[in-house]
């Protein structure tokens, strides 16, 4: 038996349910143009998880999928639009947007793609231009 921290997350209406389990492999925001246009916001908040730990518990048949690029699979629910989570095949890893898992504590650690920002957060976390480099990045800071 697992003593791993289980996470309830839906979509807006609540047709897609699903688990996390255990803790994130990183949480923090994400300012690229197509996380914006996406999440209709000025800057997109994420939580990255290893694909084995999300499990969908209800309504994987609402679950619409659309991919601009091969780097993101962005999943959404086909009865109210909202949007659930990305996955990341290069990456091996799934995005759950943060507000999709209330009851997680979330505790961003990093900016990324921030010299696309169009909301400069002053919050003294680390602001990497792309990527960091154990994700496929460059690792090169910009100034906050």
């Not at 990183?26 to 800057?43: D, F, I, L, N």
């Not at 009851?103 to 957060?121: G, W």
Request: charged fraction near 20%.
């Amino acid at each position: 038996m697992s003593n791993k921290k289980v996470y309830n997350g839906s979509c807006f209406c609540g047709a897609i349910q699903f688990t996390a389990t255990g803790e994130p492999e990183a949480m923090g925001y994400c300012h690229c143009e197509s996380c914006r246009k996406w999440s209709a916001g000025p800057v997109n908040a994420f939580t990255l998880w290893n694909p084995e730990a999300v499990q969908i518990t209800q309504g994987i048949e609402h679950i619409g999928t659309y991919h601009k690029t091969p780097k993101s699979y962005r999943k959404w629910c086909k009865v109210c639009g909202g949007h659930v989570f990305t996955e990341h095949p290069e990456m091996e890893l799934v995005d759950i947007y943060a507000a999709a898992i209330p009851e997680l504590p979330y505790q961003p650690s990093l900016h990324v793609h921030y010299q696309e920002a169009k909301l400069k957060i002053k919050d003294g976390l680390p602001k990497i231009k792309d990527m960091p480099k154990e994700m496929g990045g460059s690792g090169i800071t910009v100034a906050e």
